[in-house]
């Protein structure tokens, strides 16, 4: 089984409904991420959670906020999602800080209509 | 400026090729650079990590960071079909609150 793991894979919606994606991993880390990537822009950092009760922005966090539900889980949500949130959403699980080894998920692909 | 460039390519390069990706940074205090590897429909995963300068090799991959030349560089000696993927390098500092990606640079390596 998956380490990381990311649901849905796919999601299709329309300009401003609530979506939620979620993120388990099972390789104990305290540190969690949640990404975007663009075509041309690469990764972006949305969020982070160091522990449980730790949950800080990243650089694009506008539009988005997150849920750290317990070690294991990271959830992500648009509160009402726009077109330019099309994307492909990774979120990501490391031991230390942004030094370390992150492992991502297998990432989903949203697309707002 | 971004802080980090990365030249997106494509690259295609013909089975047993040497292949050189390389990425350029402005921010100093870098020193911590690592390359991921991307294949399609999946998440990024870590292929070589160096800290500071110097060379690093792990079988047919080496990694070499310049930071006189804010410069970073990963080879890929024998290219294989298996190696076709998009390639991204990334780096952070020490106490910085950010992992900055490449846009990455995709690989095809045609047998």
């Known amino acids: 089984d998956a380490d990381v793991t990311q649901t849905p894979r796919n999601r299709i919606t329309k300009t401003g409904k609530r979506i939620m994606l979620e993120c388990s991993q099972t390789?104990?880390?305290?540190?969690m991420y949640w990404y975007r990537q663009d075509p041309g822009l690469g990764l972006q950092l949305i969020y982070y959670s160091f522990d449980v009760k730790d949950i800080n922005k990243g650089e694009i966090s506008d539009g988005y906020s997150v849920s750290r539900q317990a070690q294991a889980k990271f959830s992500l949500s648009l509160e009402s999602a726009i077109p330019n949130q099309t994307a492909l959403y990774f979120c990501?699980?490391?031991?230390?800080?942004?030094?370390?080894?992150?492992?991502f998920g297998p990432g989903t692909r949203l697309t707002v209509l | 400026q971004k802080e980090v460039e990365q030249d997106p390519g494509p690259l295609s390069v013909p089975e047993g090729a040497i292949v050189s990706l390389n990425c350029t940074y402005s921010?100093?205090?870098?020193?911590?650079f690592m390359w991921y590897r991307q294949y399609s429909r999946k998440g990024p995963e870590l292929l070589m990590y160096?800290?500071?300068?110097g060379n690093k090799e792990d079988g047919r991959f080496t990694a070499q960071v310049d930071k006189s030349s804010k410069y970073i560089s990963l080879f890929i000696r024998d290219s294989q079909p298996s190696d076709s993927a998009t390639y991204l390098c990334a780096m952070t500092g020490t106490g910085a609150n950010n992992l900055f990606f490449g846009t990455g640079t995709r690989l095809t390596v045609i047998p």
């Open positions: 990501a699980t490391s031991s230390g800080g942004f030094t370390d080894t992150q492992y």
């Open positions: 390789k104990g880390h305290d540190r």
């Open positions: 160096t800290y500071s300068s």
């Open positions: 921010n100093s205090a870098f020193q911590y």
